[in-house]
């Protein structure tokens, strides 16, 4: 079975400019999400889709971050425009259905540089 | 969601049995305890999860107090590739989000 599929694997912008993140869950999953981590912290969820519809989005910069999964399969996320402090990884993660038994299966994550 | 308070950092030697602790203090009765491990330039994976009752799987077991304020992640015989930040989470409800905190730092000395 193919893993989570997360590219660019590697990005480095400068600061104002905008950057696009793709994420390729596994086959079938409904469930995904994005997170972001910065170094030496633990993950944290920037908003997590059920099919094509966005089940929470509570802790996305929608000023200047924005995420779709149009056919609620393949995701894209983006900033516009970027900020030192957007300095992170940023991993995609999937999982088969909502509820509390399922496990997420993550990417192996984008390393964004804003300089 | 409950918070978990894990140590920052454990050591252990390889072969011999790891035990890695979290408190949930204020773990609601519907909470599962979830327990997930990032290698080094990897996504976390999962490892193992319960709600009252002690699991095992073919990763680790998990040992959970009586009173669920506690539970311990088992490694049986570390090995180098154990070396990892290991997260536990405790959460449930139907969204399936998990706060992920600063974990344990494993470092595993052959």
């Known amino acids: 079975e193919a893993g989570v599929a997360q590219s660019p694997r590697y990005k480095i912008i400068e600061k104002r400019q905008s950057v696009a993140f793709w994420c390729n869950p596994i086959?079938?999953?409904?469930?995904l999400y994005w997170y972001q981590q910065i170094l030496g912290q633990g993950p944290k969820l920037l908003i997590q889709?059920?099919?094509?519809?966005?089940?929470?989005d509570s802790q996305l910069p929608k000023d200047r971050f924005s995420a779709e999964r149009l056919k609620g399969v393949d995701s894209t996320l983006k900033i516009q425009p970027a900020k030192l402090e957007d300095s992170a990884v940023y991993l995609c993660?999937?999982?088969?259905?909502?509820?509390?038994?399922?496990?997420?299966?993550f990417g192996p994550g984008t390393r964004l540089t804003v300089l | 969601d409950a918070k978990t308070t894990q140590p920052n950092s454990m050591e252990s030697n390889e072969e011999e049995p790891v035990h890695l602790p979290c408190n949930h203090s204020t773990i609601s009765g519907t909470d599962y305890i979830h327990w997930y491990r990032q290698l080094p330039s990897q996504g976390p994976e999962y490892v193992i999860h319960?709600?009252?009752s002690n699991v095992n799987n073919r990763m680790a077991s998990l040992a959970i107090a009586e009173d669920r304020k506690s539970s311990t992640l088992i490694l049986h015989r570390a090995t180098l590739r154990d070396a990892a930040v290991y997260y536990c989470?405790?959460?449930?409800?139907?969204?399936?989000?998990?706060?992920f905190g600063t974990g344990t730092l494993l470092a595993v000395q052959p």
């Open positions: 889709f059920q099919n094509n519809g966005v089940v929470d």
């Open positions: 319960g709600l009252t």
């Open positions: 086959s079938g999953h409904a469930t």
């Open positions: 993660a999937s999982s088969s259905y909502r509820g509390a038994y399922n496990e997420q299966f």
């Open positions: 989470i405790a959460h449930g409800g139907a969204t399936n989000k998990l706060i």
